[in-house]
C-alpha cells in the first residue's frame, strides 16, 4: 500500500513533558517503516511556527537517526502557548495581522505546504485547536487528518487513563527530593516542603510521593547512628482535591517535629488556591490572573503559604520550599513512558493513515481501549481520585488522617 498522496506535518505546543522529543522520534519511525515515501515536516514553535510558516523537513538523515531523540528532554521542535482562537492574542503577539483570522491563516499554511495529516503533541488545548483547525477546513473542502497525542505531567485529561510525560515526571521529581531531603539535617526543627506542579489535579503530587517512598525502600539506614528511615519520609501529602483541617494537622506535625526534629511536606502547586486567594483578597490584595482567568500560581505561591501557616504552628525553626517542576518535566522519558509512546505512536500512525481523526489514549469510558478519542470528548481539569486505593494506604502508612 504506498501513501505517496499524504504529507504529514507535526507540532508539539503548551509547557514541557518528558515525552515530546521521543513522541516525535517515535512518529517519524513509524512513518519510516510503513509509510516511507510520505514526506515529513515539522512545525517550529507549535502554533505561532504554523501561523508564520516555519517548519523544518525530516531528511532522509533525519529518518536514519530519528532514535536519537529518545534520549532527550525537550522538544526539538520547541513549543510555545499560542491559541489560534484567541484572535487579540496572536495579532498582539505579530503573528497574524490586524482583521486576520488564525484559524483561517493555519489553514491556509496547511493547504500551502500541501499537509494531509497533521499530528499535534500537547494537552487538551493544544489538541481541541488542532480539532478547530480540522473542522474549519472540512467546512472548507479540505480533508485534513488530525491526530493527537496527550502530553501533561498532570495526567489530567479526560476520558485519558494515563497521559504521555506524567510518570517520568514523578519518578524524576522524587529523584529531585532524595536530595532536597538531607535538608532536613541542616538545623533542629526542619521543616521541608516539596511543591510539586499541578494546579487543579492532585496526581501528580501523590504519584511522586509514592515514587519517592519506593526509593526510601531501596536505601539502607543505621538508625543506631541516627539516620533513621523516619527522617526521611514524608509526613504529610496536600492535594486540590483534599479538604484539609490546619489546626488538626498542625497538632499532628507538632508531635512529629517534636519526636524526629524534622517535617516533610508534599504539596501540589494548587492546593488550597480557593482559600489563599480569599485570604489575600481580604487583605485588598491584588491577585494576577491569565486571559483564561486562571490565577497567576506564582503570585500564591503555595508552598511558601503552607510554610508560614505551619512554621508557627508545629514550631518551625527553619523552613524550605523547594519546586521539583522544572526539573521533572524537562527530564528525558524513562522506560514506563518510552513503552506507552511506543504503543500510542502505532496507533497513532495507524489512525493517520486510516483517516480517523482523534486523540490516542485509553479510554476511561470504553474499558481502557487505546485508540482514537473523539475530540468533543477531550477536556482538561480531571481530578485524581483521592479514594485511590494506594494513595489511601500511603496516607494511613504516614499517619495522616484525612
Known amino acids: 500500500m504506498t501513501h505517496t498522496h499524504h504529507k504529514i506535518a507535526m507540532l508539539t505546543a503548551g509547557g514541557l513533558a518528558p515525552c515530546l522529543s521521543s513522541a516525535v522520534g517515535g512518529l517519524i519511525e513509524r512513518y519510516s517503516e510503513i509509510a516511507p515515501e510520505a514526506p515529513m515536516i515539522g512545525y517550529l514553535s507549535g502554533y505561532k511556527g504554523l501561523l508564520l510558516g516555519k517548519s523544518i523537513p525530516v531528511t532522509p538523515e533525519v529518518r536514519r537517526r530519528a532514535h536519537v531523540l529518545h534520549g532527550h528532554g525537550g522538544s526539538p521542535l520547541g513549543n510555545s ?67 493527537g497525542l496527550p502530553k501533561t505531567i498532570d495526567n489530567d485529561v479526560v476520558p485519558i487513563r494515563q497521559t504521555l510525560g506524567a510518570w517520568t515526571a514523578a519518578e524524576h521529581g522524587a529523584m529531585f527530593f532524595e536530595n532536597v531531603v538531607n ?99 481580604a487583605k485588598g490584595e491584588h491577585v494576577e490572573r491569565d486571559a483564561f482567568g486562571h490565577v497567576h500560581l506564582d503570585s500564591v505561591k503555595v508552598g511558601d503559604w503552607f510554610g508560614k501557616q505551619f512554621a508557627k504552628k508545629i514550631g518551625a525553626d527553619k523552613t524550605l520550599v523547594q519546586k521539583s517542576g522544572y526539573f521533572g518535566r524537562s527530564a528525558a522519558a524513562n522506560q514506563a513512558d518510552l513503552d506507552l509512546i511506543r504503543a500510542m505512536v502505532h496507533v497513532a500512525v495507524d489512525s493517520a493513515l486510516d483517516g480517523v481523526s482523534g486523540v490516542i489514549g485509553h479510554d476511561e469510558e470504553r474499558e481502557d481501549e487505546l485508540r482514537a478519542i473523539e475530540f468533543p470528548r477531550i477536556k482538561g481539569g480531571k481530578h485524581f481520585d483521592v479514594h485511590t486505593p494506594w494513595f489511601t494506604e500511603m496516607l494511613k502508612d504516614i499517619g495522616q488522617v484525612t
Open 81 to 147: 502557548r499560542v491559541k489560534l482562537t484567541n484572535v487579540a492574542d496572536c495579532v498582539k503577539r505579530g503573528l497574524v495581522k490586524q482583521g486576520e483570522d488564525p484559524l483561517k491563516v493555519a489553514a491556509n499554511q496547511l493547504v500551502k505546504d500541501g499537509v494531509t495529516i497533521l499530528h499535534t503533541i500537547g494537552g487538551d488545548d493544544t489538541n481541541t485547536t488542532a480539532a478547530d483547525l480540522a473542522a474549519y477546513l472540512h467546512s472548507n473542502g479540505y480533508e485534513l487528518t488530525v491526530v
Open 183 to 281: 535538608e532536613q539535617s541542616t538545623s533542629s526543627r526542619q521543616l521541608v516542603i516539596h511543591e510539586v506542579m499541578g494546579r487543579h489535579c492532585g496526581w501528580l503530587t501523590a504519584a511522586t510521593a509514592r515514587a519517592w517512598r519506593d526509593r526510601l525502600d531501596h536505601l539502607e539506614f543505621l538508625p543506631e547512628f541516627n539516620l533513621d528511615r523516619k527522617h526521611k519520609d514524608i509526613d504529610a501529602v496536600y492535594i486540590p482535591e483534599m479538604h484539609i483541617d490546619m489546626e488538626k494537622e498542625a497538632a499532628r506535625l507538632h508531635k512529629v517535629m517534636d519526636t524526629y526534629d524534622s517535617v516533610s511536606i508534599f504539596v501540589s502547586e494548587g492546593a488550597c488556591v480557593p482559600e489563599i486567594v480569599a485570604e489575600l483578597e
